[in-house]
């Protein structure tokens, strides 16, 4: 796993912890370090002999800063120089706590695109009551177009089959009520379309959902939303449950998410992740491949029919 050892608000050192816990938690797991060699060295020297072995480093020092997402067209950059060491086989997924939007920028970049897909969306998998709720577009793109919507409930259904075992994944579009017609134009556009689209595999569209059914889980297996909403829904349920004392028994989930609609494996972790955090990351990214799970998704929404990512126009 490449893991960017500068992205991150107080990064290096969080980042270098949580990669320390990560090598130690999983004794199959290899990491390639990209950043400063002094950061990379710190945490070299902290582990046993034989976990060196599965540590190794690519130099770089540049950061993005988090307020200038544009920068990750540089190539010095750490999150670009992470997605080149998965380009060059040298690495098999990316990690990152910095920019989301440099992140995603690197990715497409770097990676190129799934067919059909304008604006990859970034996919997270919330504790809920009745089992994890997966919940997209988490920031990867913060323009609700209804045929941007619609593009990423076929993403998380097919995410929902593949990364959670969901046999036949429901999936809801967030709104302010369950009625037709109600929310914002975008999810007026939306909800008649996913009405008629064949979803991947037995997934099947359940209508609007609010949000508490994203705690709940009873009603829906997917929520789809824009990113914006997305990231302030994920942060408020992942604070409300710190509050709380934690989540429900057994619905423990990575403190990261997933990068759908690219052609490589790429998790982004919150700017603000502690090493814990950071350490679930990397355990989610060494998850998705050992599932090769970006792939078949991938193949899964091959075999099913394609949504046009235009405004004006949504096919099934």
């Known amino acids: 796993m490449a ?30 370090l990209v950043g400063p060699m002094t950061a990379a060295g710190a945490l070299i020297d902290a582990l046993d002999p034989d976990q060196r072995a599965r540590v190794a480093v690519w130099p770089a ?3 993005v800063d988090m307020a200038e997402d544009l920068t990750a067209a540089r190539a010095d950059t750490t999150i ?34 799934w067919p059909d897909v304008r604006r990859p969306a970034l996919v997270a998998a919330l504790p809920a009551v009745a089992g994890p709720v997966v919940l997209l577009d988490v920031g990867g793109s913060l323009e609700p177009s209804a045929a941007t919507l619609a593009q990423h409930a076929l993403l998380g259904a097919a995410y929902a ?53 994203v705690c709940l889980g009873g009603r829906a297996d997917v929520v789809v939303t824009d990113g914006f909403t997305g990231n302030v829904l994920l942060k408020a ?3 409300a449950y710190a509050l709380a004392g934690g989540p429900p ?40 491949w050992r599932q090769d799970a970006i792939a078949r998704v991938a193949t899964l929404l091959a ?4 949504i ?9």
């Open 3 to 32: 893991v960017d050892l500068l992205g991150g608000d107080e990064a290096p050192a969080v980042v270098v912890d949580g990669a320390l816990r990560a090598v130690r938690a999983d004794p199959d797991l290899h990491l390639l």
């Open 61 to 63: 020092d540049a950061a």
């Open 80 to 113: 670009r120089a992470a997605v080149a060491a998965v380009r060059s086989g040298q690495a098999d997924a990316v990690v990152s706590a910095g920019s989301t939007g440099a992140t995603v920028t690197a990715a497409a970049l770097g990676f190129g695109r």
């Open 161 to 213: 089959a593949v990364a959670h075992g969901h046999a036949e994944p429901r999936v809801g579009l967030l709104s302010v009520g369950t009625e037709p017609g109600k929310g914002d134009r975008a999810r007026r556009l939306t909800d008649p379309v996913l009405s008629a689209t064949q979803l991947p595999g037995k997934a099947r569209y359940v209508g609007l959902v609010e949000g508490y059914d």
């Open 237 to 239: 349920v992942e604070g």
């Open 249 to 288: 028994p057994g619905g423990a989930a990575p403190q990261a998410a997933t990068l759908l609609g690219v052609a490589g494996t790429v998790v982004v972790c919150h700017g603000a992740a502690r090493a814990g955090d950071i350490a679930s990351g990397i355990a989610l990214s060494a998850q998705l």
């Open 303 to 306: 075999g099913n029919r394609t």
């Open 308 to 316: 046009r990512t235009t405004d004006t126009e949504v096919r099934t």
